[in-house]
């Protein structure tokens, strides 16, 4: 698995799966909505990508059975952006920022939960970042 951070905004997720998924997913914002160009990035969906990804847990892990890696679907889908019109996407100034968790906000926040739910190792730079 790669993974490439960019602006605190977007995760670039990048592995290998066999069967289900392309092998790309974002976490945060798609380039697409991020740019507000539909030509930055392939269109997403994080269902395929979901079940790619739990496919691939699965696989690493070895001895999953079907509910555990449907489960892992279910959780791993939580984490994956789709796309969005820029133009609608609502950015309410009163909105107390205070209230948000920390992962909805800085996606290096997001990505160290995401590896943790994939029971891979931090890296260095996320290591402290996953329990704020």
């Given at each position: 698995?790669?993974?490439?951070?960019?602006?605190?905004?977007?995760?670039?997720?990048?592995?290998?799966?066999?069967?289900?998924?392309?092998?790309?997913?974002?976490?945060?914002?798609?380039?697409?909505?991020?740019?507000?160009?539909?030509?930055?990035?392939?269109?997403?969906?994080?269902?395929?990508?979901?079940?790619?990804?739990?496919?691939?847990?699965?696989?690493?892990?070895?001895?999953?059975?079907?509910?555990?890696?449907?489960?892992?679907?279910?959780?791993?889908?939580?984490?994956?952006?789709?796309?969005?019109?820029?133009?609608?996407?609502?950015?309410?100034?009163?909105?107390?920022?205070?209230?948000?968790?920390?992962?909805?906000?800085?996606v290096e926040v997001k990505t160290a939960r995401f590896l943790e739910t994939l029971g891979l190792p931090l890296p260095e730079d996320l290591a402290d970042l996953s329990r704020r």
């Amino acid at each position: 698995m790669q993974l490439d951070i960019h602006d605190s905004d977007i995760t670039t997720v990048r592995y290998r799966p066999i069967g289900r998924g392309t092998g790309v997913a974002y976490l945060g914002i798609t380039p697409r909505t991020h740019f507000g160009d539909e030509n930055a990035s392939a269109p997403t969906d994080v269902a395929r990508e979901a079940a790619g990804l739990a496919n691939w847990w699965a696989q690493l892990r070895g001895g999953v059975n079907e509910v555990e890696r449907s489960d892992k679907e279910a959780e791993l889908g939580g984490f994956l952006a789709h796309d969005e019109d820029p133009a609608e996407i609502d950015l309410d100034e009163d909105e107390d920022v205070d209230q948000l968790d920390d992962a909805e906000i800085f996606v290096e926040v997001k990505t160290a939960r995401f590896l943790e739910t994939l029971g891979l190792p931090l890296p260095e730079d996320l290591a402290d970042l996953s329990r704020r």
